[in-house]
């Protein structure tokens, strides 16, 4: 087992009632904002949340298969390098059409979110290629906590959005 059991069961748990709770929001509120805006919004910290979870628990699987400590958290690294390629694409993708429709603003945050983002994603790389291997561990739980920020952002983005008080 991987010495940071704790801190990654305990990410996990955090993540999973983010994906949890923004659901129970989005299916009992009455939105001030457009309906796409929401949707977009439940689904990041849907996919965000739940992915988190599985990757949380993504370290014990070559551990429990006897794989050195720093190949296994490599290995954890490469996976998670490649999904974090890929997630922001689609995501980008979404946010684009809703920039353009005129439904997103572009926010400091999101600029500062996107390019600690980028350097995380090439620590990812570095640590899963090798240069950066002593250093995997630190690298992939720092991916994880960057992405539980990610899930209160837009949670509370969420929260702010909606009018608990409207009449249906």
């Known amino acids: 087992m991987p010495p940071q059991s704790d801190l990654l069961i305990a990410i996990a748990q955090i993540s999973i009632a983010f994906a949890g ?16 805006v929401t949707r977009f919004r439940v689904q990041l910290i849907v996919v965000a949340g739940l992915s988190t979870v599985i990757f949380s628990l993504l370290p014990f699987l070559p551990a429990l298969f006897g794989v050195d400590e720093e190949l296994g958290w490599r ?3 490469a996976v998670l390098f490649v999904v974090g390629v890929v997630f922001p694409y689609f995501a980008v993708k979404r946010a684009r059409e809703l920039y353009r429709a005129g439904l997103l603003h572009t926010q400091a945050f999101t600029i500062v979110y996107n390019l600690i983002g980028v350097a995380i994603t090439a620590a990812l790389f570095f640590s899963a290629a090798g240069p950066l291997s002593h250093l995997g561990a630190a690298v992939y739980i720092t991916s994880l ?3 539980l920020f990610l899930c209160a952002y ?15």
């Open 21 to 36: 709770f923004s659901g129970v929001i989005a299916s009992f509120s009455k939105f001030r904002l457009h309906a796409d």
């Open 145 to 147: 906590v960057f992405t």
């Open 154 to 168: 837009y949670f509370f983005m969420q929260m702010f959005a909606i009018d608990l008080d409207a009449k249906p």
């Open 75 to 77: 290995l954890c690294c």
